[in-house]
């Protein structure tokens, strides 16, 4: 029989639940939500964007942490028309966070 060996820098994660995000746009086109629940990275960083197409974008701004997720307020977004909107949050991990990598979700 083998003796177990302690190992530094090693760990083993469950997810119980897999990643929920989802991107709320308020009824008046002035903030977004970006819902982030289950097991998903953290993200830092985050920034909001807009398109038309689904193609070309443009930067709507960093987004602020709020409970449950991120938020970008003072906006002025169309209503009644279609347009996709974007988040984006850089994610950290590894030894001394030395890996960095990017989540986003779009709408």
């Known amino acids: 029989m083998l003796a177990e060996e302690p190992r530094r820098w090693i760990g083993r994660l469950n997810a119980d639940k897999p990643a929920q995000p989802a991107l709320i746009i308020d009824a008046g086109g002035t ?5 982030r629940t289950g ?13 038309t197409d689904g193609v ?5 701004g960093r987004a602020e942490r709020v409970q449950g997720g991120w938020r970008r307020s003072g906006l002025s977004l169309p209503v009644g028309q279609t347009f996709y909107v974007r988040a984006r949050g850089r994610t950290t991990g590894g030894i001394f966070n030395g890996s960095s990598g990017l989540v986003e979700s779009s709408a």
């Open 56 to 60: 070309s974008y443009c930067m709507l």
């Open 31 to 35: 903030q977004v939500t970006w819902a």
């Open 39 to 51: 097991s998903a990275p953290e993200v830092e960083q985050v920034t909001m964007e807009q398109s």
